[in-house]
């Protein structure tokens, strides 16, 4: 059974900084491609950044530039760096294992991020 730990998330004032980790269990880690999203009140749940098994990125415009998706393979981990935290990056973050035609995906339970003064 597939399992994903978020950590990392908390309270942070504008401008800062907070790296988000996501723990995976199971097998075969390295094969699936991975991803962060966020959901607020009220909003669907949209894509912040995504990575593949060959560490090819992407990211949300909104993030572009301030956000940083990394995995390790080794750790069955997957992070997310964020920097230049504003306001409107509030929300729950959540982490993906992306499932696909052949297999299904599975979400963690997701991190509370508040950006606020």
């Known amino acids: 059974q597939v399992q994903l730990v978020e950590s990392g998330g908390g309270l942070v004032q504008p401008g800062g900084s907070l790296r988000l980790s996501c723990a995976a269990s199971?097998?075969?880690?390295?094969?699936?491609?991975m991803g962060w999203y966020r959901q607020t009140p009220g909003k669907q749940r949209e894509l912040v950044a995504g990575?593949?098994?060959?560490?090819?990125?992407n990211y949300a415009d909104s993030v572009k530039g301030r956000f940083t998706i990394s995995r390790d393979n080794a750790k069955n981990t997957v992070y997310l760096q964020m920097n230049s935290l504003k306001p409107e990056d509030t929300a729950v973050y959540y982490c993906k294992r992306e499932g696909s035609t052949s297999y299904r995906g599975y979400w963690g339970q997701g991190t509370q991020v508040t950006v606020s003064s």
């Open positions: 199971g097998s075969g880690f390295s094969i699936y491609a």
């Open positions: 990575i593949t098994s060959g560490g090819s990125t």
